[in-house]
């Protein structure tokens, strides 16, 4: 036997290896991580000391397909949780009849206060395209793409008693707390309509029912976004923003162990595309919150070191401690 052939077999046993491993990390990534869905718990000290906790469920990025029943059964069974609030950053369809799947879904938090943006998902149905100019920069809306039922999901989010944040402002009363809501449809394709938040925040403040109560508890400000552009986290904190909702980032969807997410598929810093951090701006701080999302497009439906994700926060007094 020669050198040469040894070293043949050697570089093929080499690609062999690597071909064999690579086909496994796809496997795993297609079959059993993109459906091991998790439940991530985070507590927030936001409220006014004393307060009572309120339990809040983030989901975000459905994406969903009628046929994806075991997604649709593990949502539905969060309402054991029994959430105060429920809070919706979008993308919840992900097929031209995705909404019956959202609908069997999300009937079980019917009653439930709950606030909702909108991605671009909801309204255009996703595409084939090669998955890896995701790695070359955040993905673009280019030509026509079928059109969803947005005014049907609207219809039906609305009748759990949720409310629209789309570019506008809205209030709510949870146990005590007084909570003041601000949100804007998905920046990612510039539905961002950033220049209408501080008129809608001033006609929220000066109509709503605690306006002439002056002995309660100073209201807190939550933003809603889709997708955390930081033009979008900048201007929540300008507008007295103390915890912002996010998603669109799928945490990344593939993620390398030790590294973590090689795209964010927005402008935020990398370490920030999933999980609770904090956002500084103009001298203000706010809780960052970022969810992975439940979903994935049915043309790229693959997740590596980044699980699928639901996220229960528990929002406390700014007295709470751990002892």
């Known amino acids: 036997m020669t050198l040469g ?67 649709q059964e593990w949502i539905r069974g969060l309402a054991v949780y029994e959430p105060d609030l429920i809070v919706d950053t979008g993308d919840n369809l ?37 998955p890896f100019t995701y790695f070359t920069g955040p993905s673009k809306v280019r030509g026509p793409r079928p059109n969803l039922d947005t005014a049907a999901l609207n219809g039906y989010l609305e009748g759990l008693g949720w409310l629209d944040l789309n570019n506008t402002a809205r209030a709510m009363s949870i146990k005590g707390s007084r909570l003041e809501f601000l949100g804007v449809g998905d920046a990612h394709i510039g539905w961002d309509h950033l220049e209408k938040l501080p008129g809608a925040m001033d006609d929220l403040r000066e109509n709503v029912g605690w306006a002439d109560d002056p ?11 889709h997708a955390p552009y930081r033009r979008v986290l900048d201007s929540f ?11 669109h980032t799928h945490g990344g969807q593939v993620c390398v162990p030790g590294y973590g997410a090689l795209v964010t598929n927005c402008d935020i810093p990398r370490e920030q595309v999933r999980g ?14 970022v969810s992975a999302g439940l979903g994935t497009s049915i043309y790229a439906p693959v997740r590596f070191a980044c699980p699928p994700e639901a996220v229960l926060l528990t929002l406390v007094g700014s007295d709470f401690s751990y002892s």
């Open 94 to 130: 992900g097929h031209r009849e995705g909404l019956r799947g959202v609908e069997y879904a999300l009937e079980p938090f019917r009653g439930i206060p709950g606030v909702f943006v909108h991605g671009s998902n909801d309204y255009h149905g996703p595409v084939l395209k090669n």
């Open 237 to 247: 904190l300008t507008q007295g923003a103390e915890l912002v909702f996010a998603g």
């Open 5 to 71: 052939s040894t070293a043949g077999r050697r570089a093929g046993t080499a690609a062999a290896v690597l071909a064999a491993a690579g086909l496994g990390t796809l496997g795993w990534g297609v079959l059993v991580e993109r459906n091991r869905f998790t439940l991530r718990r985070e507590t927030v000290p936001v409220l006014e000391p004393g307060a009572r906790p309120l339990t809040v469920l983030h989901l975000s990025d459905l994406h969903m397909a009628p046929w994806q029943r075991a997604k």
């Open 276 to 289: 609770l951090s904090t956002w500084e701006h103009a001298h203000r701080i706010a809780y960052l919150e």
């Open 215 to 225: 002995t309660g508890p100073d209201p807190v400000t939550i933003g809603l976004t």
